[in-house]
Structures are given as C-alpha cells and as structure tokens.
C-alpha cells in the first residue's frame, strides 16, 4: 500500500516550565522519542496508550501543530518536517484534525453555517454559489438537519457539535484525517452514533485517518492497524485482528487483558499494570516499560529495544521476542459481543 504519511524517528521535546521559584526551567520532556510509523492511503491507524504516552503530542506533530526535535514527517512524499508557514498552508486542506473537545474546538460565537463554511473561504474552495449546496450535502453526511446552519454551538448537545466538527474537516476535502480521542468527551449513549458516522465517512469517502484514544476496543473496531504507544515510544504495531489474537508486548498484553467483559455473570482474571508512568522528564534507561513490566529481565534495564518483525507485517520492541510465550488475553473469545454493545 502507498504511503499517505511517514513518521521516521521522529523525536518532540519540550522544555519544562518553571516552578514558583525559578527551578526546573533547563528540564526536557521528552513526549516523542524516536517514533517511526507509517500511513497507508484510506487506512486507518490506531494510536492507543495510557495518557501521558504522547498520543496526542504525535497527533499535532503530524498536523505541525507541536515543533519537532529531530526527524522527518513526511506527507504524500514531501517532507513537511521545517517546511515554511506559507507553502505548509497549501497543504492544510489536505490535512484535517478532530479535537477531543467540540465545545472548545468552536467558536462560540459563530453560527454552524460559518463554522463549516470558514476553511472553504480560506483555502478558495468552490465559490460563494456552490456553497449552499456543499453546506446541504456535509450537513446530511455527519446527520444533521439543514435548518441547524443557523445556529451556534452552544444551542446543540455535544454529539451535535462533533457532527459539525466533523463536518468542517470534511469541508476542505482532506486525505488525511487526525482524529484525537474524538468520542472520550461524549456521553456513552452518543459516543457509538459518533463512531458509527466516522466508520460510515471512513467507506464512502475512502479517508485515511490517524484515530488517536486510549480506548482499546474502539480502536479495535475503527483501525486496519494498531499502534502502541507507551512514553513517548511505540511498544507495538500490528493489524488490528492479528494484534488481538496473538499480542507480543507485555504491555500490549496487559492493555488488552484490561479490557471489560459485556457479560456480568462470566468470570474474567485480570493481570494489573503495577506502578505509575514515569515522568517523560527522566525516563528510566532501556526499555521505557521496564518498571512496570512483570518479564522484565537484566537486559531491559540495560539496553532500549529496538521494533523487531515478529512476522512481516507485526513489530514489536521486546527483548523477550521469541524466547517467551504470548499470553492469550481472554478478551478474545468475547471481543464481537462487547463492541456489538458499543457500537449501535
């Protein structure tokens, strides 16, 4: 498959802010180091992890909308890494995000109708004529009635303002859509009807997306591939079905063992991730999860593992790949019921 975007040892730091009496100011959190990943055209990856691992920090480098350190981000072949304002601004309809939070990500003080209608006017797309009618057909694919053009955002609920979110990075016709953790503010009952419309748009519109949320079983149902992401590193990735049948990484493992059962009346163990995420600050030396991880072993605190092929189109950053067995999770034998529960 054709590369859409390209991540090669991509590295983001920022530097710490300062406490209340000067100190800590020289201090780099390192929210991105090394990551390299890759984006098919119309594939979905999935982006998963615990907050803190640079889920969303990845998300913005992609869109440049965070500086980067060292690396390359490279779009539809160009390198775009310390490409200048101006020539990146003719790629930006090409390249669209949904944020987390639809009520911060509006502007209050205009109507659904400007709001979608704003990245047409900037980037020159179609003229004032066409408009209404693109306005009409975005509005019935995100599942919205026409009339709702004049108002503004504080007058819908929340699965209403995504829609119109959405709808907007829909208006400038992108083959890349970054979707950052786009249900995790949304009541239950709205976050599947959400889901289900980005699914819908994933097959008409053939858009390639990078689905960021720490939601194991939505990315299960979304993605093509899955990306794991644990400090700044990514620990594994893997076709979706292939990463839930057969996870490498202990942490994959853990996260996917984490996952819920539908049912309360069967009986499911549970294995803990012990500890607490180290600061990005001073990340621990090796492998970034030895702190936490039940197998680690001498040589992962020592040396940092590097993503090796478990088969050729699964990776993983273990040590312990091929002299230990994977640990089926039983979330497996139930995963169709619990997403059947979700999605609706």
Do not use: W
């Amino acid at each position: 498959m054709t590369a859409l975007v390209e991540i090669e040892q991509l590295k983001v730091y920022f530097k710490a802010k300062s406490n209340l009496l000067g100190r800590g100011g020289k201090r780099i959190v390192k929210a991105i180091d090394g990551v390299s990943l890759r984006i098919g055209q119309h594939q979905v990856v999935g982006l998963v992890g615990e907050s803190g691992s640079g889920k969303s920090t990845l998300g913005r480098a992609v869109m440049r909308l965070n500086p980067v350190h060292e690396g390359k981000i490279l779009f539809q072949g160009r390198d775009i890494t310390h490409l200048p304002q101006r020539e990146l601004a003719a790629l930006r309809p090409k390249m669209q995000m949904i944020f987390q939070d639809p009520n911060s990500s509006l502007n209050p003080r205009m109507t659904v109708r400007e709001i979608i209608r704003e990245p047409m006017l900037v980037n020159r797309i179609g003229s004032q004529a066409s408009h209404p009618a693109v306005l009409k057909d975005l509005m019935e694919q995100v599942g919205l009635p026409e009339h709702f053009l004049d108002r503004h955002p504080h007058e819908m609920s929340g699965g209403q303002r995504q829609r119109v979110a959405i709808a907007r990075a829909l208006s400038t016709h992108p083959a890349l859509i970054v979707a950052d953790e786009p249900i995790s503010a949304l009541d239950v009952s709205v976050q599947a009807q959400i889901l289900n419309l980005l699914l819908d748009l994933k097959a008409q519109q053939r858009l390639a997306m990078l689905f960021i949320s720490h939601d194991l079983a939505v990315v299960r149902h979304v993605s093509d591939v899955i990306a794991v992401m644990y400090l700044g590193h990514i620990m594994e990735i893997a076709p979706a079905v292939k990463l839930f049948a057969a996870p490498t990484h202990p942490y994959t493992q853990l996260l996917i063992e984490s996952i819920p059962t539908a049912d309360p009346f069967r009986k499911k163990s549970y294995r803990i991730i012990k500890g607490e995420l180290p600061s990005a600050m001073n990340p621990p030396p090796g492998c970034v999860f030895h702190t936490r991880c039940p197998a680690a072993t001498a040589q992962c605190k020592l040396a940092a593992p590097a993503l090796t092929r478990v088969s050729a189109d699964h990776l993983a950053a273990c040590h312990l790949i091929g002299s230990a067995p994977v640990r089926s999770p039983e979330i497996n034998t139930q995963r169709e019921e619990e997403v059947s529960c979700l999605v609706i």
